[in-house]
Each structure stands twice: as C-alpha cells, then as structure tokens.
C-alpha cells in the first residue's frame, strides 16, 4: 500500500506508470518530462529566450551601444517600445543582445562549478581517506562564506568583467555539485556490482566512469539546470553592485543598476530588465523542477 | 550529545583558520595600495605614501604580515580599520545587530508566508489554490531581490507624492517599521522554496500509514495536521532554514545597499572595495563562525524534532 | 560664434549678480518667488547664482517669530573616520564645521575674518603665523580657550605616531608652535608656507578641547567631540546617526552671519543616504529636511515643486577631469590629446547627464576656487572638425573602414579607467558613445578606488579621472608636478621644469596677487599641453524642504553654516 511518489507529488499510481517500468529510466524520465505541462512551457519560455538572443542583431531595431543623447529617457513609445535610457540607447534592443550575456554567463559559469565540483566529489567519494578529508575540508572553508561574498571577493581580486564574473559565479558554485557527488559515490560503492567490478580487478577510472558516474548523473543535471538559474541571478547581483559586466555592455543586472537612479522619473529602464531576469530565471526554475520530478521526486535538491 | 558538539566545535577550528587564510590572500592579490589610496584621497602629496606604508606596515615580507594576523586573530584581534580608524571588533559589535535583526526579520517573513503557502497548497492538493501558491512560490524564487527592492521602493515613493502619505519609511535604520520592507524582500525568496519545501514534505508525510491510523482514530482533521503531520513534515524544512541562512546572510548585502541599511554585508563590501583588509577578515571571519554555528544549532534541533536521530 | 557670444552674455549676468550679492545684504528684501528656480534649469548653468543670492536675501528678512526647531540632514558617504584631525573626508565637515569654530573664517567670497583669532600677522619670509586669540570663548566641557589649546591641537595633529590622513597635510613644513602669552600664539613653518591661512580656516584644523583630547584619548575622541562652536555633539553611532544639540553659551559667531548669540536650531540629527536613489524619497518624504548629493534628474523635478528648493553649490578645487597620459601613445602625441579636447561634445555630457546643473569645466580647477583664471576659458570650444583635422594631421586614418581611426595597423584605442563616484560610469558611456564620432575608441573598465589608483600608478592608462575638492589652487602641484609622476597622483606624466618652478613658487609666494599669477601660468600651460580633459565644474546638489530658512554654504563648497538656519512654521 505504501505508494510511491510520483510526477505530480500526489496522484495514485496508475496503470501507466507501472507500464514504464518495464522500459529504461531514462525513457521513463523523458515521458514522465514531456507530460509536466509547467516543465513544458518552462522550456519553451527558454527556447523562445535563445532564439530572441541569438537572433538579436536581426531583430533588434536599433545599435545597443549608440547614444542618442537627444533622446535619453524617452518613455515607451511606438519609436521606442520599451523606452531609452539615459543615453538614448534603446531598451528594447538592448533587452535582446543582454540576453546573450546573461544566458552564456549562466551556462559557462555552471559548467565551471560542475566540472570542478562533480571531479573533486568523485576523488574525494571514491578514494575517501586523507584525500576525502582535504578536499571536504576545503569545500567546508568554501561553504563558510555565503555564495555572493564569495563571488564578490573572487571579483574584487580579479577585476571587474564579464570573463571574472563567470570564473567567480562558478567557483562559488563548487561546493554544491563536491558534496552532491560524493555522497552519491558513497552510497552508489556499496552496490553490489560496483563491488563485483572491483573484485574482477577493473581500473578505478573504468568503475568510476561506467558504474559510477551514470548513477549520480541524474542528480547533477536537475542540480545544474537549477544552478543556471541561481547563477544568472549572482551574476546580475555582481553587475547590480556594479562589480560585474563593463559599460556598455548589456546585461540585465547592470541596466537595472544603471537604471536605479531614475527609478522615479524614468521606471521603464529598471522594470524590463529585470521582468526579464525573472521571466528567464523562472522558466529554468520550470524546467528543472519538472526535470527533478522526472528523474527522482524525492532528490533532496 | 554533549561529545558531538564538542567534536563538531573542534572541526570548525581548521576550518576558520582556513576561512581567514583564504580571506588574507584573496585580500592580499586584490589590487590597491591603501596608502595611495588614503592620500589621493585627501589631495596629499606624494612623498607621504612610503611614510604612511610604515606606519600601517605595509612594507613587511608577506609571511611577517601573515603571522602578525594570525597570532593577533588567535586573540581575538583584528587591529583597526585602515579606513575607518576604529577597532574592527567595534565595527563589528556596531554593525551585526542590524544584520541579524534583518535576517530575523527576513525569516520571520518567510516563515510565516512560506508555512502558510506550503500547508495550504497541501491541503488543497492540485486545485487552484495549489497552483497559484506553487506559481507565486516559484516566482519568488526567481524574483531578483534587487528587483523587487526597487519596485517596492517605487510603488511607496509614488503613493508619497501623490498622496502625500508615507506608508512606510523605505530606506536608514530606526525603530521596527524600518525593518518591514527590507525583511519583506529577503523573506520573499525564501519563502517561496519553504512553500515549495513545505508543501511536499507534508504531501508525503500525509500519505504515511500514521495518518491514517490517527484519521481512523476519529481524531479531528485539524489536530492530525497540526500534531502529527506538520511535525513530522518539520525536518527537512529545519535542514533547509540552515541552509538558507546563509542566504539570508549574503543576501543582507544587497539589501543593506538597496535600503541604505548599516550592516555587516554592507561593511564587508565597503571593506573589500576600499581594500580594508582588517575589517574585511574581522566580518567574514564573524560571518563564517555565525553560519557554522547556526548549521550546527540546525543538527542539534533534529534531535529536538525526531526523538528516532540520536547523535553520539 | 553664437555660442561665443552667449558666453559673454552669461559672464555678464553673472558679474552684475555678483555685485549685486556683493551689495544687497542690507537692501529690502526681494520676494522672489521659486518659479525662478524652474527658469535655472533651462539657462546655462552660471546663471543659478541667481538663485543662491535670493535665499540669502530672503533670510536677511526681520521674522520675528521665535526661531528653533528640529532638523534632519541627509549626508551621503557613510563617514570613514570622524575625527577632524585623522579623516579625510569631506563629509566629516558637513556635521563639524557646526561643532567647532576655525582660528580664522573664511566667507563665501574668499575673504578672510576673525574667528577664534582676533587678529594675525604673518611674517615678511612667510615662516611665522601669529594669532591673537579671543578670550572670551570656552569649550562645550567649559574648559578654557586659549593659546595653550592651539598649540595642543596642533601638536597632535603633527605627532608622527598620531595617523593622519589630512590635516597633517595641510600643516605644511610645520615646525612647532610657540605660546607667547595665554592669548597670543606663534606658529613656526620651516619653509615659508602661503596656504596656511587657508588651512586654518577648514575643519581639519579645528580647534578641540584638550581636556576632552586627553580624557578620551586618541581612539575614542571622535565619539566623544568637543569644540566651541555653536552646536556640541550629543550622540554618535557610528555609520548610522550623529545628534548635535545647541550651544546655549554661543556667543562668538564670525561677523558675516546672520544673527549673534545662540544657535537657532535646538537639535540637528544626521542620517546617511549612500545610495544616490533614495536621497531624494527621503528628502520627499519629509524623512530628512536638508540632503546632500541628490541627482540632478531628481534635482530637476524637485525644482518644480514648491514644497523644495536647490541649492547648487560650486565646490572649489579640481573640477572634474581626466587625465591624459602623455607618457605612452597615441596620447603622448600633443595633436592627439588636443583632438580629444576640441572633439569632446562636453555641452551633450552636461546637459544629458547633469540636466545642466553643473558648469562645463575649462581647466584643472573650478571656476569657484580661488587662483582660477578664466584665461583657459573658450581655449577649446566644441569643434569636430578641427579635431578631426589634427587628428588626420598626426596620421591617424580609418583604413580598414570600421568606424574607427587607425596608424600602422594599430586602433586608435585608450584605455578609459572609471570609477564609481561622480557619475564616472555615466560620463564614460557618454564620452564612448561621443568619441565614436571622432572615430576614437574608448575601453572603458570600471574600478574599485584602490584598483583604479594602482592601474594609474602602473601605467596602464590612457585616461583617467580625479577632482579633489580644495580651496587652495596649490592642490595643482599634487596633480601635476613632475615630482609626483613615479609615486603620486600626477597621471598626465608630464614634465615640464618650467610648470614645476610655478607650482613650487606659489606654495612659497605670500603676496596673494603673485601667488594668482602663477597658478594662472600654471593652468594656462596645463590646459595649452592638453594634458587633462575638464568636464564639469563640481556642484553639489543640495535639495532643502521649502521650510527651512537661511541655509548657506561655505567657500568648501561641502559645508552648511547651519548656525542661522530655522525652520519656518
């Protein structure tokens, strides 16, 4: 009687899903993440986000970068839908060309976390021991900071810029993925068959390749679809305070910055920016919800 | 018990000395002379720059620099403020209350909203009424807390002009109705991942044979959410409050600048762009050690919660 | 040419507005209503001298309802260290310049009157100062003020164990001080040293009760201030309020106040706005009566209501520029540097980023701040083509086609360094924005203070900016003697012995005159080698409740004489 936890958290098990069983996981998963309609417009909200960025320049009505000095502040106007900001720049074609930023940064700083994060828990799980303690001793001096002091430091030492906010988002993102790691590697080295691998005298790199990782990879795609949304959200709050993206570039964090001293007599510069931050934000959230669902509903992520 | 706070109290020793190295070399590499810095300043002239380096021994080898940090941090020292000329633990003692009283505030928010969403939206178990909770939940989370700052500040300073009311003060320090917006935005967020915690952590615990039992019991549906499930559907939130403290305390920063607000996150950032390196070691070595402690009050609590966890 | 002929125009006005505020004190008062604020912010800048002349006159008015009241004054930077003697910052005078008197008061014009001195002399060689002190005044703790009290403070300031970062400065070649008698006090320069009047007159050299010095020791005095002037410090948390409260015993204001005797304000407290988006909410929402900083758009709208007044005050010293190093190319080339001058749209910058509010800045000092020569004015009027043509001159050309000029495969390209105060940031989008008409790049990177001033000592800048209040012209010889190219704050790495030698003889020179003179050849020649691009004379915006009566501002252009002002019921 006791059930088990399904997609939506609390429908009864039907004939269907005990159907899927048969098939494999990964299938199951795909299906179970096709029928989450919230998961579902998440991705689409996101693919329509891309295409919007990556066809920016053809979409775009005006140059992001050209001041128009003439025709700062302007409100939404058929001219400007979403108004100008102080230079004259044309929000709306901003908006689009911030996009590619905000969406590369989120991206490249999570591949950043991830690689080093899923590397150090596979040592540190795998191997345990001296090396173990080291690496979590490490992780636990990264975990005693806040994530965005850390990634203000991490800023301040290298300088303000695109590439530095990247590096800093993703090496305050470690420690997530480290820990996540190691504690499936932990509870995955008691399975049989990776004790059996071991036995039969397979080289560590092959049981930590091909019994291991496919255990844990579940867990750290849902964990790094969210962090791409926690890490667009630091990487703003970096260019909000103003230690993140160079002027003129477009992103998001740093219009709404750049915006915040004329919130009164011109809002439209901080409120589409930051809808905009939201909208993305939201739909990776979305989606990787959905994704959880899918995989294990009761990952603890 | 007493032996495992003891042992996780050890372990937070090597940690904080690595937290305070890592901090005295990231501070170091960060570029700026604070000396130029003081005099540009002012309109000083130049040939006061070496004089000054002395005087705030700036001129030290590196590890002479390091050991004279460390044995004064064993002490609980952490000098003067390059900038600020004040005694770092003073600054501290002046600028913590603040911060802790907003990440309370923060969390009183939270949890009120968060509980309330949560049980709710369990209750209601895929009505609308979840639906719209777990929307506004989810949007929480994605909400930039800046953001929202900014619209609120908006929205109030608006209605002041034109009506000429003030709702509520928006920016500075004072007495409680100083700490309603700011806690409102830093609690947003939370509480929308705690409504989502919340929610499913009830859901499953509502499913467990007890419930049922008690519900067979004739015990009123009030009584089996309140005593038994919500108790139960206690601990994983417990984890996640530790955990989102940290938050609360990093997001304090933005906050504090936002709202114009004193405060430790706001010091540090000052410190770390003026490159006062006392201050900046003082208040993460502060932060770090209030972190760690909360984590382990969160592991204690447990045991509080579920009688079945024992440590030893 | 039209645009010249403005210029005479405004430089007119302003002469006759001068007289008149020069003359007017004792005359009837004018009801001038705000309305012609709003008509400020259309009108070029200069104008608004207008508008400060008429809040004086309107206070001169006889009320004779009692005076009192409770004030909240909005500062801007959270005040780094309050001790007048160690900080630096201009914001420690905002709320002192309240709590102590200086030995010698400087008015808004320039003009040097008593203080705590009755009367000086300075010696022929400019080495030996002597004050004649009051002896009628005592300090909040009831402690004497006397020649032994000026002597302390100045033994403490130039104590070398004794940290600090701005008054120590403005002593000069100190020697030591001599107390002649209980009233009379001599202080020794080894070299002569003409700013010394200036100095006394500013905050940094207050006079502080040696009683409470001694009591509380160096650590805790600035908690615990006492002065002699018309408020006493009742109330300091550190980065959150200050409280000063009256000086009932006050009797010894300088003459160009307004009244005599007791302070009229009962209570003033002092809050801080770091953020510039929230100065003018507060001061909206009757929060604050007086802020500091606001920004000029929130300047602009205030402007139209009836219920604020502005009061733009020039702030002396340097205006706000970039420096351009001459040291590395293509800036090293004089053709490229002027380029960038006669090129620059500065009138664009002013109106689009500051409504207006500020002046275009011609040389390296503020037309506000004694020594200014107005020969630097019109030397480089807006002129693209010019520019264009010197820059073709010097063999720039745009080759490839992109928009931007090139020289042997090489971009003409600076390195911008910014920072976060001033509206940088802004102005270096719009200056980017700006030079792409002239097919000059800009890269720019915003840095923190420290990171920006270790750049520039590195040299890896092509510009980079700086204004530094002062009400002294010697502030120049920090900035641009060659002195201080390897270590020091002369970015525009220029040597020229000729610059130096003026600059040297007009911290020597006592003769005020002559001194002028210099500093006037020194600014000529800065501005002919295009070694900085002036931008804006500094202004700041101070935004008042229509309320509060008899608000003025020192020379420093920082600091409220808030000993006349009252709020009107």
């Known amino acids: ?301 | 018990m007493l032996r495992y706070i003891q042992r996780r109290l050890l372990i937070m020793i090597p940690v904080l000395w690595g937290v305070v190295t890592l901090v005295f070399f990231l501070m170091y590499m960060l570029p700026g002379d604070p000396a130029a810095t003081i005099l540009a300043q002012s309109g000083g002239k130049a040939e006061a720059i070496e004089k000054l380096r002395e005087q705030l021994g700036l001129n030290d080898p590196l590890p002479v620099q390091y050991m004279r940090f460390l044995s004064n941090a064993v002490r609980g020292d952490f000098g003067n403020s390059i900038f600020l000329r004040q005694p770092v633990m003073q600054i501290i003692a002046e600028n913590l209350p603040a911060t802790i009283e907003l990440a309370i505030g923060a969390l009183v928010v939270a949890l009120a909203i968060g509980f309330s969403m949560g049980i709710l939206a369990a209750l209601k178990c895929n009505t609308w009424v979840d639906r719209l909770c777990m929307l506004t939940a989810i949007a929480g989370v994605s909400m930039p807390n800046f953001w929202l700052a900014l619209l609120i500040m908006y929205l109030i300073s608006a209605i002041n002009t034109y009506y000429g009311v003030l709702i509520l003060p928006i920016t500075g320090q004072g007495g409680i109705q100083h700490l309603i917006v700011p806690s409102i935005v830093l609690g947003f967020a939370v509480s929308g991942s705690l409504a989502r915690l919340v929610r499913s952590s009830m859901l499953e615990v509502l499913r467990q044979e007890y419930i049922t039992t008690a519900r067979a019991k004739g015990l009123s549906r009030r009584v089996v959410i309140l005593r038994h499930a919500l108790r139960n559907a206690l601990i994983p939130v417990v984890t996640m409050l530790g955990l989102q403290f940290g938050y609360l305390l990093g997001g304090t920063v933005i906050i504090e600048t936002v709202f114009s607000r004193r405060g430790l996150g706001r010091t540090i950032v000052d410190a770390i762009v003026w490159k006062d390196l006392p201050v900046v070691q003082g208040a993460v070595f502060v932060t770090a050690t209030t972190y760690m402690l909360v984590n382990l009050l969160v592991d204690i609590s447990y045991a509080v919660i579920d009688p079945r966890i024992r440590y030893s | 040419m039209l645009r010249y002929r403005l210029m005479v125009g405004v430089v007119l006005v302003a002469l006759v507005a001068g007289l008149l505020a020069g003359c007017a004190q004792p005359a009837t008062p004018q009801v001038v209503t705000v309305k012609e604020t709003v008509v400020v912010e259309k009108e070029v800048p200069v104008e608004k001298e207008v508008v400060k002349t008429v809040v004086v006159e309107k206070v001169v008015t006889p009320t004779p309802a009692p005076k009192g009241g409770e004030l909240t004054y909005g500062l801007t930077l959270i005040v780094s260290d309050i001790d007048p003697h160690s900080g630096a910052s201009s914001e420690l005078g905002i709320f002192l310049t309240s709590v102590y008197d200086p030995l010698v008061w400087r008015d808004q014009e320039g003009n040097f009157h008593p203080g705590l001195a009755k009367k000086w002399e300075i010696s022929e060689d400019g080495k030996v100062y002597t004050f004649y002190l009051r002896d009628d005044v005592k300090f909040h703790d009831g402690t004497p003020f006397n020649a032994q009290a000026v002597k302390f403070n100045f033994d403490r300031i130039t104590n070398p164990n004794f940290k600090s970062n701005k008054a120590k400065y403005m002593m000069g070649p100190y020697d030591h001080t001599e107390v002649v008698d209980d009233y009379t006090v001599k202080v020794y320069f080894k070299e002569p040293y003409a700013p010394f009047l200036d100095s006394v007159s500013q905050v940094y050299l207050a006079i502080a009760s040696p009683k409470a010095l001694q009591e509380w020791g160096d650590e805790k005095y600035r908690e615990h201030q006492v002065g002699t002037g018309p408020f006493m410090m009742s109330e300091y948390v550190a980065k959150d309020h200050i409280v000063l409260v009256k000086n009932p015993d006050y009797n010894w204001a300088p003459e160009f106040m307004m009244h005599q005797g007791p302070a009229y304000l009962d209570k003033i407290t002092f809050r801080f706005y770091p953020d510039a988006a929230t100065r003018a909410p507060a001061l909206e929402s009757g929060e604050v009566q007086i802020m500091g900083e606001i920004p000029p758009v929130d300047a602009n709208r205030l402007m139209a209501d009836p219920r604020f007044v502005i009061y733009p005050v020039d702030i002396p010293g340097q205006s706000l520029q970039f420096f351009i190093n001459t040291s590395k190319p293509p800036t090293d080339d004089l053709r490229v540097r002027q380029a960038l001058l006669y090129g620059l749209d500065r009138e664009a910058i002013i109106n689009g980023i500051f409504r207006a509010l500020s002046p275009i800045a011609h040389g390296p000092l503020g037309r506000k701040t004694p020594g200014y020569t107005s020969q630097v004015e019109g030397m480089y009027p807006f002129d693209l083509e010019k520019a264009k043509q010197l820059l073709a001159d010097a063999g720039w050309k745009d080759t490839n086609g992109d928009g931007i000029l090139d020289k042997g495969g090489q971009d003409l390209a600076l390195n911008t360094i910014l920072m976060t105060w001033g509206y940088l940031p802004e102005i270096g989008t719009a200056m980017q924005g700006l030079y792409r008409q002239l097919g000059v790049k800009l890269e720019t990177q915003v840095l923190t203070y420290p990171a920006a001033l270790e750049a520039a000592s590195k040299n890896e800048h092509h510009l980079i900016p700086m204004a530094i209040s002062s009400s002294d012209p010697d502030i120049l010889s920090s900035y641009f003697h060659s002195r201080n190219i390897e270590k020091g704050f002369a970015w525009s790495r220029y040597s020229d012995p000729e610059l130096d030698q003026w600059l040297d003889e007009g911290a020597r020179t006592m003769d005020w005159e002559k001194r002028a003179e210099l500093y006037a050849k020194a600014q000529v020649r800065i501005m002919e080698q295009a070694l900085i691009i002036p931008i804006r004379d500094y202004v700041n915006l101070n935004g008042a409740s229509a309320k509060v009566k008899g608000l003025r501002y020192s020379l420093q252009g920082w600091f409220p004489w808030l000993y006349d002002v009252y709020i009107e019921q």
């Not at chain 1, 939506?8 to 899927?20: A, I």
């Not at chain 1, 709404?256 to 901080?270: D, F, M, S, V």
């Not at chain 1, 959230?285 to 992520?301: H, V």
């Open chain 1, 1 to 301: 009687m006791t059930a088990v936890a399904k997609s939506s958290g609390c429908s009864v098990e039907d004939e269907r899903t005990r159907r899927m069983r048969a098939e494999s996981p990964w299938r199951i998963a795909l299906r179970i993440l096709v029928r989450n309609r919230v998961a579902m417009s998440g991705l689409a909200i996101l693919v329509i986000m891309s295409l919007l960025a990556v066809l920016a320049p053809a979409i775009a009505p005006y140059d992001p970068d050209a001041v128009d000095i003439l025709h700062q502040l302007e409100a939404p106007s058929q001219a400007h839908i979403l108004g100008t900001d102080l230079y004259g720049r044309d929000i709306f074609s901003r908006i689009l060309y911030g996009g590619r930023i905000t969406l590369v940064v989120g991206l490249i700083a999570v591949g950043i976390a991830a690689s080093i994060g899923i590397v150090l828990g596979l040592i540190a799980g795998f191997y345990g021991g001296a090396l173990d303690s080291i690496i979590m001793r490490l992780v636990d001096v990264l975990l005693a900071f806040p994530r965005i002091l850390l990634a203000l430091s991490i800023v301040g030492m290298l300088g303000p810029g695109l590439l530095n906010v990247m590096v800093a988002v993703g090496i305050a993102g470690i420690t997530g993925y480290a820990r996540l790691v190691r504690g499936s590697v932990l509870s995955a080295k008691e399975n049989v068959y990776v004790e059996a691998a071991r036995v039969v005298g397979c080289p560590d790199h092959i049981i930590l390749r091909r019994h291991l990782l496919p255990n844990i990879i579940g867990p750290v795609i849902v964990l790094a679809t969210l962090d791409v949304a926690a890490a667009i959200l630091s990487a703003s709050s970096l260019s909000f305070l103003g230690l993140g993206v160079q002027p003129p570039t477009a992103e998001w964090g740093a219009m709404l910055n750049e915006g915040r001293q004329y919130l009164r007599t011109a809002p439209w510069i901080t409120l589409f920016p930051g809808l905009a931050i939201m909208i993305s934000v939201l739909s990776i959230n979305m989606l990787g919800d959905g994704l959880r669902d899918a995989l294990d509903p009761r990952m603890k992520i």
